[in-house]
């Protein structure tokens, strides 16, 4: 499993910002990671300053999104989908991604269960609950 730290991320989301406005060739996750950032122009500010963008805090008392997090996580759903794990992912974000007309609706709708499955196996210290997960995708996908 591919673990990188949060320093190899900011600069991964940075060094594709940068390539992607110079026009330079990408990576197939580059490729990918691209398409989720010009969907996310508030963002561009952090991404253009990758020494500014590894010092950055984040906390809830400021009141921002944490880019890189956010940006992950659509990756996280990209890659979710492809492979459907947990099993039934993928059929729960076609059908939430059909009743918003958008996968980016649909992807912040599904950070909403990812970060709470994450949040929950953290404070708990047992593994991710995928059908915990999937329940809460399909709550969202049938309302």
């Not at 996968?103 to 708990?124: D, V, Y």
């Amino acid at each position: 499993m591919f673990a990188p730290s949060q320093l190899e991320v900011r600069k991964f989301f940075c060094e594709t910002y940068r390539k992607q406005r110079e026009s330079l060739p990408l990576t197939p996750m580059e490729v990918i990671a691209a398409d989720w950032i010009v969907e996310h122009p508030e963002y561009h500010g952090d991404l253009s300053d990758p020494v500014a963008a590894l010092a950055a805090v984040y906390t809830v008392e400021d009141g921002r999104t944490n880019p890189f997090l956010h940006l992950s996580m659509h990756l996280t759903l990209i890659e979710q989908h492809k492979i459907d794990q947990p099993r039934g992912v993928r059929q729960a974000l076609d059908l939430l991604a059909a009743r918003r007309q958008s996968l980016h609706e649909a992807h912040h709708e599904a950070m909403e269960c990812l970060g709470e499955m994450i949040w929950t196996s953290q404070r708990s210290g047992l593994p991710p609950d995928g059908h915990a997960y999937l329940d809460c995708l399909r709550r969202k996908a049938t309302r």
